[in-house]
Every structure is written in C-alpha cells, then in structure tokens.
C-alpha cells in the first residue's frame, strides 16, 4: 500500500499550539540527558510546557531558534512527538539516546553514529511500507555531530543499529541475527523516527551513548560507570555547540 501523506483523520497540528518553538529541535529520550541539555543551553529558567507526556522547552531568543523535547520511550510514542514538533514548525531534528552493543567491537561509554537502523519495530511500516527493512538518518547531520566530536578528540563508531520494541525479547538467536547483519547495537526509537524524518522530508540526525552491552550473552550494566557518563556530558556539548551554528546560519540568511 502506498503511503500517503494527507489521509490521515487524526493530524499532528491537533492542540493548542505555542507561537513558536524555533527551527531546530534535540530529541532526548532520557530524562537525565534532557536535564543536562537545558542546563547546558540555558533554557533552565526559559518558556517549557508540557507535550502529550513529555517536556517541551524552547528559547532564549525571541522568537526561538531551537527547542528541546524529552524524556520518551519507544517507537510509537517517540512518533507522537516528533510528528507534532514538525507540525509546529521545526525543521531539523537531532535524536539523543542510549543503545546497548550487540557487537564485540563496541564497549559501554562508546558513542555510535548511525549510519542506518535495522527495522525491528512496527511503527515504520505505517510511513515507508509494509515490510521495511531499514530507516536511514541525515548523513550531512551525522557528519556535522562526527566533525563536533573529532574536534574534542573523541572517536565514535558509525554503522548499523537494530531498533526494536521488545526490550525483554532480545534473545541470544536475535542478537546473533541483527549482529551477523552488522548491527552495532540495540535500542528501541531510531528507525521510527528515521523512517517519519523521511516521510515528512526533514533531515534528521542522531547521536547514541552505548548504556549496557548484551553481546556476550549477558546483561553488563554500565550506567552509572564514568566513562559512560563523560560520554553522554561530551554528546551534550557537541549538540550544544551545533545548536550555536544553526543560530548563527539562520541570522546569516
């Protein structure tokens, strides 16, 4: 079935809407990060509301020129939001998140870039097709967050990730399949919100912080060890900085 963009009875313009949030918009599916990235932009004490069961802030400027939405989890709801703040107006997308690695070569603390995401769950389908396979990211985003990262000395993998809704269904045989297709690692919102970036045509980027690995068969936790917490602190800068640029191109227009 082919899909269409202006069938749907219920549009993601419903609701009462701000006058503006700005162009640009950093999805964090974590509270934590969230937190860090207000602070960070200094929208700490700027205009927030609520959006569905999430925060939305936006500012400092007049109007905004970027906005921040979190915490999320899971395709389905993830979709919610990034449908509506594109309904709003935003332009241009950065998702932050956390993934736990499928693969051998990835380690907890590492940072992926991926480069296309595995299609595991069932919220693509209804935007590219009914047997999707793969979602793809904005590779002119993913250069510009790999050149902020270089320029902090910070290496980064890029390749495959597998995206799936059943966090408590990665199995052994499941990891062994994503990971013969050359999955990196796992997590649970990627591929939908590629797959709606693509469908909306608006470019979209993202950023993962590997949390856990399941790779050897066992759950290794790493969320409270340093350097994955140094990881999440160096991504947050990096989005920071590429929010400033955005800023600075749009008033340069």
Known sequence: MRMQADTAIIQPSAGKQPASIGRSCVMAAHPSDLDLLVRKTGLLS????????????????????????????????????????IAWGIAEIVFVGWCGAVSDSVRIGDIILPQSALIDEGTSRHYIGPDPETAYPDMRLQSRIKTGLLQRQTSCHEGIIWCTDAIFRETPEKVGFYRARGALAVEMEASALFSVAMFRSVPIGCVLMVSDEISSGRWIKGFDQPRFKNSRRLVAEVVCDLLAVNRHESQSI
């Open 46 to 85: 700027k205009k927030s509301r609520n959006l569905l069961n999430s925060r939305l802030h936006y500012g400092p400027h007049d109007p905004p020129d970027f906005c921040l939405v979190g915490p999320f989890i899971g395709a389905p709801y993830g979709v919610m939001l990034i449908e509506t703040v």
